[in-house]
């Protein structure tokens, strides 16, 4: 069906915003409304607090601790190569060792 305004919605600018506090003392002084829940990263350290307010408002922090993201180094494949022809070397050695043995 044909509504007149071609399914077209207008662009919506969407509101991010991250909250920085200096401490419990910060993360308490958070002003929130019943309720509610907001993540306060904590400029101070590694951490970030997690305020929520009940029903009359009362609020609780908790922190938690953060770490900035290591990415894992890439494997070197070369050097795994080296060891599994070491390991490939040994296993051939016993094998001899053992067959000569039987002999």
């Given amino acids: ?5 071609n399914n ?3 662009y919506m600018p969407q509101r991010t915003e991250v909250v920085r506090v200096n ?9 929130m409304g019943p309720n509610s829940s907001a993540l306060l990263l904590d400029e ?16 609780t922090v908790a922190p938690y ?5 290591k990415q894992a180094p890439a494997p070197e494949y070369a050097s795994l190569e080296e060891r599994i022809k070491k390991l490939e070397d040994m296993i051939h050695a016993t ?3 053992t067959a000569a043995k039987q002999e």
Wanted: glycine residues 14%; without cysteine.
């Fill in 1 to 5: 069906m044909y509504n007149g305004y």
């Fill in 8 to 10: 077209f919605m207008p």
């Fill in 23 to 31: 401490g419990r003392a910060g993360a308490e002084s958070f002003a």
């Fill in 44 to 59: 101070s350290g590694t951490l970030v607090w997690l305020a929520t307010t009940d029903g009359a408002g009362y609020k």
């Fill in 65 to 69: 601790d953060i770490t900035p993201h």
């Fill in 95 to 97: 094998a001899d060792t």
